[in-house]
């Protein structure tokens, strides 16, 4: 069997931070037993299920500001979390289940 990767953007349009489809979660929640990785993307991380934040090896967010959004990444990632609202734009952290600590990154140069 190939690897597949099955990516959603604006996730939070299919499923509700209290509501997700049966087979949505199933491809979040064991979909890497059977080579399916998933990536989910959102504007906004407090509609997000928690079951795919809580399934995610990695978070990757750039400027929040509020505080539901904040306190969501809270939720998951710890105080540091709350650090996202001071950063500038473009920046953004990412955090990661292997490490468990959240790293803060510039952007990424554009080469001309």
């Given at each position: ?11 939070h ?7 997700i489809?049966y ?10 037993s059977?080579?399916i990785g ?11 299920h ?8 990695y ?5 929040q ?16 979390a ?22 803060f ?8």
């Open positions: 069997m190939t690897n597949i990767m099955f990516v959603v953007d604006e996730v349009k299919f499923c509700t931070k209290n509501n489809p087979y949505l979660n199933a491809i979040v929640t064991v979909g890497a059977l080579r998933f990536i989910g993307i959102s504007q906004r991380c407090a509609n997000v928690n079951d795919i934040i809580a399934s995610s090896e978070i990757i967010s750039f400027y500001f509020l505080d539901n959004d904040i306190n969501k990444l809270k939720e998951f990632l710890g105080a540091d709350e650090k996202i609202k001071t950063i500038d734009y473009f920046y953004f952290l990412s955090f990661s289940i292997f490490e468990k600590k959240i790293r990154y510039r952007p990424i140069a554009v080469i001309e």
